[in-house]
């Protein structure tokens, strides 16, 4: 039962991890470590404003503006990748 319980939390440790790398990624997809040179404090300030932003009063008008425009960007890299097989 304890071997269970280790491979349960390795299993989910492993399935946390997988989505923290994937988080950074779209910070570094979206040009964000490069256009901050990788400043921490200033990343992380950027995150706090969104957060803010989320949680006022224009919190769904934002969310629905960048999710559409999140859609856009990947919309467009799929449609550049599929063209890109293709060739």
């Known amino acids: 039962m304890a071997r269970n319980d280790i491979r349960t939390w390795q299993v989910e440790r ?25 400043d921490r ?8 404003w969104i957060a803010a932003k989320l949680q006022s009063h224009e919190g769904e008008h934002a969310r629905d503006l960048w999710a559409a425009k999140g859609r856009q960007a990947f919309d467009a890299e799929r449609g550049e990748a599929d063209k890109n097989q293709r060739t």
């Open 14 to 38: 492993r399935k946390r991890t997988r989505h923290l790398i994937e988080l950074g990624s779209l910070l570094a997809k979206a040009g964000i470590v490069h256009l901050t040179n990788d």
């Open 41 to 48: 404090a200033t990343i992380y300030g950027a995150m706090l």
